[in-house]
């Protein structure tokens, strides 16, 4: 009997762990693995690259969990280079086209589309100038820190390096951080209130202090209408509505969008917000062989119960390894996901999981907010720092719907805690009887977290 085919489009988390996954459970014999992939890296971690950009992690190869030839040994047959352009269901199989422009056809059994997210860049004059760069990939990383590189042995160590960053969610935040680092006077622009529009605007309003005490200049409110170029046509200021910024090399921090041009063409179900839409088994919806996972997916957030694109690399390779379990003839399900999320700025630590106030209205549902400052570690044990904790729980049943920190040194993954208590639907009152861990080189006696909790108990109590 013949092997059965299965072919996975992106080399990334979500399709690489699904195609180890799948031949931990079946072999070459019974199935063959194919995995195209356009660019020249795979398994790779595209969150560090702010990280390598900035110095603190020392080579481009540190980010690579699985190199294409320890793919390879594990006889997944890996091509790189090669962009998948059509796909045709019906006939069960995808049109690709190499690095030389060659073109054919390969069939398939089962399909795996792991095409990931491409960056949001508005139709600007000046966008596509040299010196204007996206950090996506890891071939992203690699132009900009080679164009970083050459400017830098252009100018001189004592010139003046000025770089604008466009938009302050985490790509942004961290990589102004990356680019001050390495010398540059930083500006960030943003057309939101304030920076970190995953978080509230008054949280939000802590990141925007923090960064201009790290001497980085925020401007929000203002949308960018251009990139102005000079003489050679690169990039040499950024233009807003409220005024223009110089620039040696601008970064663009605008978020990412669901990379499913292909699926859609091939008529597959997409969300509200440009995702592939899948059943609980990372299956694509109506169709039995097709499994999608990691960027290219809208999730089930369990707090509202909608679906929404939380792009993020511990999705993508949990969604991996169920989609090769279920590929090599297993059971896995992904049950959803709560929105949890941590970044830094320096030595600025930012997390937030559940629903923003935003969210919580929009999804209809009516709820207290419990805002507290309190600390790291015991008031008297040196060290310490402040740490502001924010906490929504819904009327009526006192549910958590979502929880925000912002802090310095321990803040940022005590998120971690309101994480499991969304994922089991605790309310406040009884996340204020969690049996946490205390010493003062720790945490207060009463940690943060349960600090808002109890506020959020009180608030609830006062509203009836």
Not at 271 to 296: H, I, K, P, Q, Y
Request: proline share 5%; net charge negative; aromatic share 4%.
């Amino acid at each position: 009997m013949a092997a059965e085919r299965m072919v996975v489009v992106g080399g990334d988390a979500a399709g690489m762990s699904a195609a180890s996954q799948a031949r931990r459970l079946r072999k070459p014999d019974e199935l063959e693995i194919v995995a195209f992939e356009r660019g020249a890296f795979t398994s790779y971690s595209a969150c560090g690259i702010p990280y390598w950009v900035g110095g603190a992690v020392h080579s481009r190869d540190a980010l690579v969990a699985r190199t294409p030839e320890e793919h390879r040994a594990r006889d997944i047959d890996l091509r790189l280079h090669t962009e998948v352009t059509e796909l045709d269901l019906d006939g069960q199989r995808v049109r690709t086209r190499d690095a030389d422009g060659r073109e054919g056809w390969t069939g398939f059994d089962k399909l795996v589309l792991a095409t990931g997210a491409v960056p949001r860049r508005p139709p600007l004059p000046g966008i596509d100038a040299p010196g204007v760069h996206g950090v996506q990939t890891l071939d992203d990383g690699c132009a900009l820190l080679d164009d970083l590189e050459r400017r830098e042995r252009d100018r001189g160590a004592e010139d003046e390096r000025r770089a604008v960053v466009v938009g302050a969610g985490y790509i942004g935040v961290e990589m102004s951080e990356a680019l001050v680092r390495r010398g540059y006077a930083v500006t960030v622009v943003d057309r939101s209130p304030q920076p970190m529009s995953t978080l509230d605007p008054d949280m939000g309003g802590l990141v925007r202090d923090a960064m201009c005490e790290l001497g980085i200049e925020v401007v929000t409110d203002a949308s960018v209408t251009e990139v102005r170029t000079d003489g050679q046509g690169r990039a040499r200021s950024v233009v807003t509505e409220r005024g223009e910024y110089p620039a040696d090399l601008v970064v663009l921090g605008l978020g990412v969008r669901p990379q499913t041009a292909l699926a859609e063409a091939a008529g597959l179900p997409l969300g509200a917000r440009g995702g592939l839409l899948t059943d609980l088994a990372m299956r694509v919806r109506g169709r039995e062989n097709v499994w999608a996972g990691g960027d290219c997916v809208e999730v089930l957030e369990l707090v509202s119960g909608r679906t929404r694109h939380l792009p993020l690399g511990t999705h993508a390779n949990k969604q991996g390894q169920v989609i090769g379990t279920n590929a090599g003839g297993g059971y896995a399900t992904f049950p959803g996901v709560v929105g949890t999320a941590v970044s830094k700025v320096c030595d600025l630590e930012i997390g937030r999981t559940g629903l923003l106030e935003r969210q919580a209205r929009e999804s209809g549902l009516r709820y207290v907010t419990a805002t507290i400052e309190s600390t790291s570690r015991a008031g008297y044990y040196p060290g310490t720092r402040p740490m502001h904790v924010k906490m929504l729980a819904e009327l009526r049943t006192g549910r958590v719907l979502g929880v925000q920190i912002v802090g310095r040194e321990g803040a940022g993954k005590r998120v971690d805690i309101a994480a499991v208590a969304l994922t089991a639907g605790m309310t406040a009152e009884q996340m204020t009887a969690l049996d946490l861990g205390y010493a003062p080189p720790f945490s207060p006696v009463w940690d943060p977290v349960l600090v808002a909790a109890r506020k959020a108990v009180s608030a609830l109590r006062d509203r009836g």
